[in-house]
C-alpha cells in the first residue's frame, strides 16, 4: 500500500514521481484555427502521446490524465460521438507502441457506459501491458471524484467483516480506489487557463502541488512540461508541518 500524505509524511524528489494532468483546452484551439473542435480534440493525441515520451525521459513512474469526465456526458451528441471515437482509434493504435515501450497501461472511471466493443479493447490494452515496468499511464474516462469517493466506500461497507468496527479508516477505503495501484500525485497540471479541478481526483489531490497555465493542451509540449516540473521542484511540500521543521529534519543542515 502506499503512503497516504494525511497518515503519513511521504518522501518527495525534485521529479514528480506521479503528474496527474487535466488535458484542457482542445476546443479552444481549434476554434482560434476555424476549425471544428473536433479538429482540437485530435491535435490533444498528438500532444499526449509526445508528453507521455517527455514522461518518461524525465524518470516520471506514473501519468494519469483525464480524457473524458462524468460531466462530459452533457455535450453536444456529436461531440461526445467523436470523442468516443477518437479513444476507440488511439487504444487500436497506439496500444503496441505504449506495450514495446514498456509502458503499463490502465483505464479508471465508470466504463460499462462506453459499450461492449471499447469495453473490450479497454481491457486487452490493459491486459497486454499489465506486467510492464516502465511508466504507468493511467487514462481517466468517465470518471468522477465523487463517483470514485462514493464507489469506494460502498465497497468498503460491503466488505465489512461483522467482526470489525463499524467506522471506515482510510486504509479500508483505499484499496477500492480507482487509484489504488498508484501513490498519490505530486503534481497536478490543468492547461488551458482554468483554475478548478472539475471532479478529478477528488480524493487523491489532497497535498498535491497545483500547477495552472493558460497554454491549451495541444500547444503542450516537453519545454511546457519541463517548466511545469521545474517549478514543482521548487516547492516546499510541508504536509503540514513548518517550514523550520522541514530544515531541521534535513540531516545535514
Ligand atoms: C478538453 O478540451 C478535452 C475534453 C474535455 C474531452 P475541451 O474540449 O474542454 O476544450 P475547451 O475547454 O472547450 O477549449
Ligand atoms: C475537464 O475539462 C475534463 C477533461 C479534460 C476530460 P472540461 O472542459 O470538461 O471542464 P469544465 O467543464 O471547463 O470544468
Ligand atoms: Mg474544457
Redesign the pocket.
Known amino acids: 500500500m502506499y503512503p497516504s500524505t494525511t497518515q503519513d509524511i511521504p518522501e518527495t524528489q525534485s521529479v514528480p514521481q506521479h503528474i496527474a494532468i487535466?488535458?484542457?483546452g482542445n476546443?479552444r484551439w481549434a476554434q482560434k484555427r476555424h476549425l471544428p473542435r473536433f479538429a482540437g480534440h485530435r491535435k490533444g493525441v498528438e500532444a499526449l502521446r509526445g508528453i507521455t515520451a517527455a514522461c518518461v525521459k524525465q524518470g516520471v513512474r506514473y501519468l494519469t490524465l483525464?480524457?473524458?469526465?462524468s460531466?462530459?456526458w452533457r455535450r453536444p451528441a456529436d461531440e461526445v460521438g467523436l470523442l468516443m471515437d477518437l479513444f476507440t482509434s488511439a487504444l487500436t493504435q497506439e496500444v503496441d507502441k505504449l506495450h514495446a515501450n514498456d509502458i503499463r497501461v490502465k483505464v479508471v472511471g465508470d466504463t460499462a457506459r462506453f459499450g461492449t466493443k471499447l469495453e473490450a479493447l479497454i481491457d486487452q490494452a490493459q491486459a497486454k501491458t499489465q506486467h510492464n515496468q516502465g511508466l504507468t499511464l493511467t487514462i481517466?474516462a468517465n470518471y468522477g471524484g465523487r463517483w470514485d469517493m462514493l464507489r469506494a466506500v460502498n465497497a468498503a461497507i460491503q466488505h465489512q467483516t461483522s467482526k470489525s468496527k463499524n467506522e471506515l479508516t482510510e486504509a479500508d477505503l483505499q484499496p477500492y480506489l480507482a487509484m489504488h495501484f498508484a501513490p498519490e500525485p505530486d503534481l497536478f497540471i490543468r492547461t488551458?487557463g482554468?483554475q478548478?479541478i472539475?471532479n478529478?481526483l477528488l480524493w487523491q489531490l489532497a497535498y498535491t502541488e497545483l500547477y495552472f497555465t493558460e497554454t491549451l493542451w495541444p500547444d503542450f509540449d516537453a519545454a511546457a512540461l519541463e517548466q511545469a516540473i521545474g517549478w514543482y521542484s521548487a516547492r516546499e511540500r510541508r504536509f503540514g508541518r513548518t517550514s523550520e521543521q522541514l530544515n531541521t529534519a534535513k540531516p545535514h543542515a
Open positions: 487535466i488535458m484542457d476546443g483525464f480524457a473524458f469526465s460531466e462530459n481517466a488551458g482554468e478548478r472539475s478529478f
